[in-house]
């Protein structure tokens, strides 16, 4: 029936219908009436009724009036006599019966309408309350809450479900039939006072305040868990008490307990983070301490930490360091990289602090950094211990080297008196010969002894040389007064000198130009005199001594060269060491002083001695003194 009546209500199945009716009206129902007359009453009736219940009662009685209309415009039009043609009578209560029934078909037509549009409300209206509740009940098995209505009167829950409900082991007709001995025998009998005092709360809460209350709850198993209440007034009498109480219940013991552990942790680590000697904080990027453990202001003393917590380095340092401090820490932000083992000085008042710090970078969830570490140990201690050490191992190596030098003079002087004794003891035979002997000595013998006392004179001027180094005389070793020179002159006159004592073919060259140089030529010559003697008395008498005297661009070089004896290996790092000779001289005459002495001469001018030899092969022995 519905279906048929949206048809006919559609747009085009209405104009059918109604032109349909129309055309069955006029030429089918109304002849077969005029025909066969009252018999066939409900060919013309039924189109009427049916008009009327499809499309109101004014398409009845317009079906109606057309019929009447088409009746008397058919006797006129067909001229039948007047009498017939004129309306009878009789007809009038059909057709008064037939607007009746129009009219009551009408009426009995909306009424069903109205009936059938009040049920289909009601019906869409009961639809959406079970969509509703299948969305709620969606809710309630979604959620890990459980929702009740408790009667703040009766003290009794009215209503509750929910997945809480389910995991604690209880159906809500369970919970239902405990009434109000739920608190008594499910609730934990340390919570009991805390419950009913919430409720007393409740009574005297406002309605869009929201209460939250824990306690602990008897599972089905005789287990206990943790549960967390909030309720907000759902309902007042018409005095304004609280009449229901709207409230969720959600199992919080997996949270309880880690919540207890992250505090254990954090109290473990707080107590760890207090007990460290270290000092210990964090700052943020405004240099806003965040952690701390024990600070020490300026003087040393601890700062409470309550004390530095919300605080700035500007607030606890001097300008200066809170700068510097603040500027590491924004260096390190910014690179993310850390700086370790930073030594620094802090000074209070005279007093000196030394500290260790290591900053390192704290990165949040996003990998960024905005936040510093900062290790800091105070190492006071440890540097004035490293500094008694330090100055005790200065005291040490200065009481070593005293007594070093007291055993080297002591040494020293012990070897020059052995030294000295002998050329002594040779001079003075040889002017015992020559004054108890002279006239009858020969010619020959004459100039052997002045010869030979000649030689011991050279020798101990050597000796006494060496002693004014050894000893620190400034005449000798630092008197340094250079004058314009040439270094070719200074070099010949001292292989001449050398060889009217010394009967020795020496072999000598020179290239550039060497004149004008700022030379102290006693040191020079000093020098050189002992690279010849060194190459005189350590090789054989026929061997060959060469000479040299170089200019390479900026620099000269004096080199002897000779093919003696050579040094060994084990004494070459000594050769330059006061009182060092070389192991294999034998029994050839000494100071060893002589290198000493040339290498603080060539120092003087700037210069520098080198070596090179092999052993049993020979020696080069090389002068390099720059030229200005």
Known sequence: MLNLRADVRSRYTKYVVTFSLVIIYIFVSIPLLQRFGETTILLVVVPIVAATWFFGYWVGLAFAALGMLFNAGLFYLAKYPSEEASLNTADLPSMVALVVVCVVVGYLRNTRDDLRRELMRRQQTEVKLQERERFIEKILAATPLSIYLFDAQEQHTNYIAGRTLKNLGYTPDKILALGNRITDELVHEDDRQRVSDHFKRMALAKDDEILEVSYRWKTASGTWRSLLDRQIVFARNRDGSVSQILGTSQDVTERIEMEGMLKAEHDLLRTIIDNIPDQISVRDTDGRFILANHTLDMRGQPIPTNLVIGRTIHDLFPGDDARLFQAEDRKVIETGQRLINMERVIEFKGLKRWYLTTKVPLRDQNMKVNRVLVLSREITDLKETEFARLESEKQRVALQTEREVTDLKARFITHMSHEI???????????????????????????????????????????????????????????????????????????????????????????????????????????????????????????????????????????????????????????????????????VRGTGVSLWMSQNYARLHSGSITFATTENEGSVFTLMLPID
Request: proline share 4%.
């Open 421 to 587: 004794r002998t050329p002594l003891s040779i001079l003075n035979s040889s002017a015992f010969l020559m004054q108890q002997h002279y006239d009858r000595l020969t010619p020959e013998r004459r100039s052997e002894l002045l010869g030979s006392m000649q030689t011991q004179v050279i020798l101990l001027r050597n000796v006494l040389d060496g002693v004014s180094a050894v000893l620190g005389d400034e005449d000798t070793l630092f008197g340094y007064t250079p004058i314009q020179a040439n270094l070719v002159h200074i070099c010949q006159a001292t292989i001449a000198d050398v060889c009217t004592t010394h009967a020795r073919a020496i072999e000598f060259s020179s290239s550039g130009d060497l004149g004008g140089m700022m030379l102290d030529p006693n040191m020079i010559a000093y020098i050189f005199r002992t690279f010849l003697l060194n190459a005189i008395l350590y090789s054989e008498p026929d061997s060959e001594i060469i000479a040299e005297v170089r200019r390479v661009k900026n620099t000269a070089t004096v080199s002897v060269t000779d093919h003696g004896i050579g040094i060994p290996t084990r004494d070459q790092d000594h050769i330059f060491e006061a009182f060092h000779r070389g192991s294999n001289i034998g029994v």
